[in-house]
């Protein structure tokens, strides 16, 4: 999303160097810490320590400020699957592998980010619910098409439709890095720690893999 110029409200507002950025990282940090989906505006400039008035200054509001935090963590991972794609002499097992290590660890910086994907589309009109969906749902579709169909062609992967590997992938992810609550009530933890997602990740990679290859 192309950062905002001063408006008339905020053009005596000081702008500190990285402002924009800051508000960013806090708004993801209270999101990620809160298990939430929402920020309060007070909370973030007591954390930030910035202005709140710089929100509309960048963002113009709440919501867009939402919007560009889900801009940046989906440019960071469509950028992440594109170079993968584009990696010679890699085998569709090891891309696929390094993939779903890659989504483990992004889940678990941003948890909040499928649940957030689905608040701003709901919450948008058609043309950026659109908008949405081009720029970041569908890459990974299409990447999940490539890596699929190449190992098949390989003859490493049996036949798997895409967009239900899409689901697959997206789901367990998703249900595990928001599930806070079922851990603190089930399991009397409440904290996602490196080492559960170390733990979870080489589950995951097994579980799936062993899904898809071929037999």
């Known amino acids: 999303m192309p950062e905002r110029g001063p408006s008339k409200a905020a053009s005596g507002l000081a702008a500190p160097p990285g402002a924009r950025a800051l508000l960013l990282d806090t708004a993801s940090a209270i999101m990620r810490e809160g ?3 929402d920020i309060s505006l007070s909370e973030l400039s007591l954390r930030s320590g910035l202005n709140s008035a710089l929100v509309k200054y960048y963002f113009g509001n709440k919501a867009g400020l939402l919007k560009a935090l889900l801009d ?8 992440s699957v594109d170079a993968l794609l ?3 002499g890699w085998e569709p097992e090891a891309k696929l592998r390094r993939h779903l290590w890659k989504v483990v660890d992004t889940f678990y910086e941003v948890p909040y980010l499928n649940r957030l994907t689905m608040r701003v589309i709901r919450e948008s009109d058609d043309a950026e619910a659109r908008r949405i969906a081009d720029c ?6 299409r990447a999940y098409e490539q890596l699929i169909g190449d190992g098949v062609k390989a003859g490493v992967f049996r036949e798997i439709d895409p967009q239900l590997f899409y689901f697959t992938v997206t789901g367990a992810v998703d249900r595990f890095f928001s599930a806070r609550l079922v851990l603190k009530h089930c399991f009397d933890q409440d904290t ?5 997602r170390d733990r979870y990740r080489e589950h995951t990679i097994d579980i799936i893999m062993a899904g898809i290859l071929a037999r």
Not at 72 to 79: E, H, K, L, P, T
Not at 136 to 141: D, R
Not at 192 to 196: K, Q, R
């Open 86 to 88: 584009a990696k010679d």
């Open 72 to 79: 940046r963590d989906w440019q960071a991972i469509v950028s």
């Open 136 to 141: 970041y749902l569908s890459p990974i579709y």
């Open 192 to 196: 996602l720690t490196e080492e559960l």
């Open 35 to 37: 298990d939430v989906i």
